[in-house]
């Protein structure tokens, strides 16, 4: 007697079979309603038992932050605010590591929120050397690498925030593949890293890329990355050197000339004098006079005066406000603001004159005072302005 075995699928195809030739029976209309219903029950059961499965998990791993938080985080935080530089030992026998203690890749991704926490809240009180040798024993910098090279988009950039946010460290080799990518987000989070913390030209990327785009989030990012630098005391940039770069860019030009005024380097004061005599470029000129009125340069003055007459605009305004920052108590230069509060056709920058004006000390009030009682009568609204103290906030400052 012989027997047959059938396989796996055949019964998955005894009972299609079945429901085929059920359906074959009816019509067509009911036949493609009970497949579309069919289809949409299977979809409903995955979604709901796909929702309950991941909070299964989501329950499960916050439980287990929770018993790690309480099993290292005092020790943690005991290691990271000690004044002693401690060694590799030390630390381990302070986490009750055992000597050939292996972190998994879940016990990690298990700590990752309790140190960014812990960071946040005592980064001003840190040893920092003792926080980096901290991670070394968790076996962080080795998690960090592994997830940048993952193949999801999305551990990359996650990777690259937390290595940010954590003051954590990657290999410059591991961070420079991804300097270039074609996804702008990562592209973005590599080169802000590798400005964070390379030591091999960190900045070259910037300077050698033609179509860099600094949006305002950018911008803010690569400002608080040069904080970081400053205050560890790393090595900055030079960005006169930035501006004068060929290929020139001029988004990065001028958040070079903003760096300057941000970090008050007036040592390049007369390099940005002379760039501005130079200038064409509306931006440019704009963020160079802002810069030159902030780090109150007083021979910008005489430029600023004769630029004046053939600016547009806006930029006889951020001029008006130049001088009025730099107030060297100059008379030639009130004389010039008070003819062109006479002149100008522009109410705003009327109303910046005038200001710039009254707050340009004594000698300035007293020049207002005599505008006041001898300017057309059509000009007493910007008086009223100024003198308005529920206009003027500044008086509350």
């Known amino acids: 007697m012989e027997y047959y075995v059938l396989s796996r699928y055949a019964y998955w195809k005894y009972y299609f079979l079945i429901l085929y030739y059920r359906l074959h029976e009816f019509p067509p209309a009911v036949r493609v309603w009970a497949i579309f219903t069919s ?108 997830q940048v090279r993952s193949r999801s988009m999305r551990k990359r950039i996650i990777a690259f925030k937390n290595v940010a946010d954590m003051d954590a460290n990657l290999k410059e080799a591991v961070a420079s593949r991804y300097l270039f990518a074609k996804d702008r987000k990562l592209q973005n989070m590599a080169r802000l890293h590798a400005a964070r913390f390379g030591t091999s030209y960190p900045f070259k990327v910037l300077l050698e890329d033609p179509n860099l785009v600094f949006t305002e989030e950018l911008v803010i990012k690569f400002h608080n990355v040069l904080l970081y630098r400053m205050e560890n005391g790393m090595s900055m940039p030079n960005f006169i050197h930035w501006c004068n770069r060929t290929p020139v860019n001029e988004e990065l030009r001028i958040f070079a000339i903003n760096e300057i005024r941000l970090f008050r380097r007036k040592e390049d004061c007369a390099e940005m004098l002379s760039m501005l005599q130079n200038s064409r470029e509306e931006r440019f000129s704009c963020a160079l006079i802002q810069a030159l009125g902030e780090l109150e340069y007083v021979p910008a003055e005489k430029e600023f005066c004769r630029r004046y007459l053939s600016a547009s605009f806006s930029e006889r305004q951020e001029l008006a406000r130049a001088l009025g920052i730099i107030n060297s108590g100059n ?66 400052a």
């Open 331 to 396: 008379p030639e230069v009130l004389r010039f603001l008070e003819e062109d509060f006479l002149q100008t056709t522009d109410y705003v920058t009327r109303m910046l004159l005038l200001r710039t004006i009254y707050n340009y000390g004594k000698p300035g009030r007293k020049t207002y005072e005599r505008l006041k009682k001898d300017a057309p009568a059509e000009f007493a609204i910007y008086f009223e302005h100024i003198e308005c103290d529920l206009i003027d906030s500044r008086r509350y």
């Open 39 to 146: 289809i949409c029950l299977v979809l409903l059961v995955s979604i709901v038992v796909g929702n309950f499965i991941r909070v299964l998990i989501s329950t499960a791993d916050n439980r287990a932050i929770e018993r790690y938080r309480e099993k290292f985080e005092p020790h943690m935080l005991e290691v990271a605010l000690t004044a002693r530089n401690l060694e590799l030992s030390e630390i381990s026998a302070l986490m009750n590591l055992p000597k050939n203690f292996k972190m998994r890749v879940k016990q990690n991704r298990r700590l990752v929120p309790i140190l960014l926490g812990l960071y946040r809240q005592y980064a001003d009180e840190m040893n920092k050397i003792n926080w980096q040798r901290l991670l070394q024993v968790l076996k962080m910098p080795a998690y960090f690498d592994n």
